[in-house]
């Protein structure tokens, strides 16, 4: 059974930074991809960051590109996410998500296997 727990999320100010982190459960952690989506009001779920499972290769949406580092350490089943210069338009709620399955890094949601509950994150300007 695979259970992920974001954290980290909060409110900051425009050119602030904030680093989510995702606890992952269960034995699949270091064979999946994982990735980071999220999600405003009234907006449809989006693709934020992907990192393939050995951590060599990474995927950023071109709205957080230079901005976010998405990262993992496996040897604690853990995955980060470190957001600077933050803008108004990244507030949404963050999740997390464990893609078991595909070959290569997807941008997909609807590949990823597993998701967490999700955390907050609002950039005030």
């Not at 901005?67 to 470190?82: E, G």
């Not at 803008?87 to 609807?110: G, I, N």
């Amino acid at each position: 059974q695979v259970h992920l727990v974001e954290s980290g999320g909060g409110l900051v100010q425009a050119g602030g930074s904030l680093r989510l982190s995702c606890a992952a459960s269960g034995r699949t952690f270091k064979n999946a991809h994982m990735g980071w989506f999220r999600q405003a009001p009234g907006k449809e779920r989006e693709f934020v960051a992907a990192i393939s499972f050995s951590g060599d290769s990474a995927d950023y949406a071109d709205s957080v590109k230079g901005r976010f580092t998405i990262s993992r350490d496996n040897t604690k089943n853990m995955l980060y996410l470190q957001m600077k210069s933050l803008k108004p338009e990244d507030t949404a709620v963050y999740y997390c998500a464990q893609d078991t399955s595909s070959f290569y890094v997807e941008r997909k949601p609807d590949l990823y296997n597993y998701w967490g509950q999700g955390t907050q994150v609002t950039v005030s300007s």
